[in-house]
Structure formats: C-alpha cells, structure tokens
C-alpha cells in the first residue's frame, strides 16, 4: 500500500490541484504532451508507451505475472521522478506547463486503463475524475473497465532518452548515498558535485546536469 496506492493517489492528487489551479479549464491534448520538447515530458511519454507495449506483449504470451513488478516500478518513476522534478515547471503557468500538464494526464490516463484488472476500485475512482477532461469528440465510457487497454505508441518511444535518464537517475542516488554517508543534509548546498563517467555518458548528461544540481541541492557539476 505505502509504495504503490499512496504515490500513485498524490500523484493524482498534484494534477487535480495543477489543473484547478490554472482555471480548470484543461482538455486532454495528446500532441502537445507528444511533441512537447521537454525533456522530462518526452522520458515520461516514452516510459509510458514502452510499458503499455510490454503489458500487450507478456500478457498475449500469458506471462501475467510479469507485468505488476513493471506497473509498481513505473508509478516510482512517475511520482518520484518524473513530477518531483517538474513539479516547479507545472506550477508556474505558461506553455511548458501546459504541456506538463498535457503529458502527466496521458500518463494518469493510460496508467488507470492499465491498473484497472489489478486496482479495479482506485483505477475506476481516477477514470472518472479524469473524464471530465477528455475531449468532446472522444467516445467516454461510462466506466474504466469497458475499456481495452490502450494501444501504444511507438512513435514516441526513445531509447536514447530513456537511457540518459537511466545514468541521469544513477548518478543522482550516488550523490544522495554520499550526502547520507557524510552526514550532509540536503538543505545544505555543496560547492561543487564531481560526476565521474565516460565521455559517451557525459554527453548524455550534460543536458539534464540541472536536475541534477537541484535535486542534489550543489551549485556546480563537474564532469570528469
């Protein structure tokens, strides 16, 4: 329950309260969540569609019991990665927060179709709150569970994103163990943070650097 139905409710619960936020005017819009630049927005929608891809190939091979462990893992990286990071980014308003917004409905979305054989009742408690803001010309179902799960959408998977943010990932619970080790709270910014990796890593990584400064709280990234 700690680690699965509670991130997953205020994960929830962040885009109920973004969306009133901002005017409670929000309507889902797929293209700008897929075509969005943002980085975080382009790893979560890939994530996204390479899980429901993986639901439909284990479970036409019956292999059922494969695909809980990969549900529970996406909701860390929903709740724990993707809007811890961009959390900032979706309050202050403007065009990258809509297209936050847009990506974070398609991933509660899609996730809710997903979860429903396994979490029927919480998974038809955010289908219905999330309907509202589905678009008129789309065919709303009465309930979650007269829906298939969703089809994917390998034009928006990347491998190249997901792996940068896979090292991006690394080196931040590297840094974290080595505040733990030394006793160094994290409200406590550091002058520097050295990132040891290869060139190919570093490339990878140059561009997410900021993620990293902020969630490691360290005024510089050295890469070397």
Known sequence: MKEVMIPWRNSFKFFVEQVMR????????????????NKLNK????????????VHNEMNAYRLYTVLPELIKFIDEMSRWFIRL???LIKAGGGESQEGLAALFEVLFNFALL???FAPFFSEHAYQQLKPCLNDSEQVAESVHFLMI????????????????????????????????????VRRPLAEFFVVCSEEIKEQLVD???YIQNDLHVMKLTFV
């Open 208 to 210: 997410l650097g900021g």
């Open 150 to 185: 969703p089809t994917p959408n390998e034009a928006v998977i990347d491998p190249s994103v997901e792996e940068s943010f896979e090292n991006m990932k690394s080196a931040i619970l590297v840094g974290r163990a080595v505040r733990d080790r030394n006793k160094l709270m």
């Open 43 to 54: 790893w979560i929608t890939s994530r996204l569609h390479r899980l429901i891809q993986f």
């Open 86 to 88: 961009d959390k900032d």
């Open 115 to 117: 979860m429903s054989p």
């Open 22 to 37: 901002h005017g409670n005017s929000f309507r889902r819009n797929e293209k700008l969540a897929f075509s969005s630049k």
